[in-house]
């Protein structure tokens, strides 16, 4: 299928490799995204999925890394390997929000300028969640809402932002979709504002 449409998901063999990187501090952020998807784990290497896109195949690599203090120094080695980062954060989570900003663009940004990253909030079903509106009530905080997912894609220059929930599975293919789509795209493009199906072109990247 062409790239946007949807693709050809199995776990068989494909002749071209990708690695995608999740760089998050928070495992379950990453972990509950993949919930939803065949698994091939061990501690690192989390899942294959082999995608058709424009008629070829290509087999996703998709890992975790470790987000301790402990494996600051070891964890940008698999860096330059990658082909797209995925960034992801709870959107019931705000301290995982402010994390992206403060944290892993500026090591994304140091280790691997040229690889492109996609921001992915997480655990959207919890954000009608009468339970979690009350803890993050209790914490004098809110649930981060789409506008800013979108805002702050913009601003540090993911290729988009996408959402999604592994327990409803919404908008959990079009990660994937759109992961394989950025590292097939030439590092001039637009930004895309994409949940679910839906997609706003909204700046340009210099």
């Not at 776990?11 to 065949?38: D, E, R, Y």
């Not at 301790?68 to 995925?86: A, K």
């Not at 909030?121 to 339970?131: S, V």
Request: with cysteine.
């Amino acid at each position: 299928s062409m790239p946007g449409s949807g693709g050809d998901y199995s776990c068989t063999k494909s002749p071209t490799m990708m690695q995608i990187l999740f760089p998050v501090k928070c495992l379950v952020n990453c972990k509950a995204l993949l919930s939803g998807w065949p698994e091939k784990n061990n501690c690192c290497f989390l899942t294959l999925v082999s995608v058709t896109v424009g008629g070829k195949q290509y087999l996703l690599g998709l890992y975790d890394t470790a987000g301790q203090e402990d494996y600051d120094r070891l964890r940008p080695l698999s860096y330059p390997m990658t082909d797209v980062f995925l960034i992801c954060f709870s959107v019931v989570n705000p301290a995982s929000f402010q994390n992206v900003k403060e944290e892993w663009v500026p090591e994304l940004k140091e280790y691997a300028p040229n690889v492109p990253f996609l921001l992915v909030g997480t655990q959207i079903d919890l954000r009608d969640d009468p339970k979690t509106l009350a803890r993050l009530n209790d914490m004098k905080e809110k649930p981060v809402s789409v506008e800013q997912g979108q805002k702050l894609a913009k601003e540090i220059g993911a290729y988009c932002y996408v959402e999604c929930s592994a327990l409803t599975q919404k908008g959990l293919k079009t990660v994937f979709d759109e992961a394989i789509i950025a590292i097939l795209t030439p590092k001039k493009h637009t930004v895309k504002k994409r949940i679910g199906s839906r997609c706003i072109n909204c700046c340009l990247i210099t």
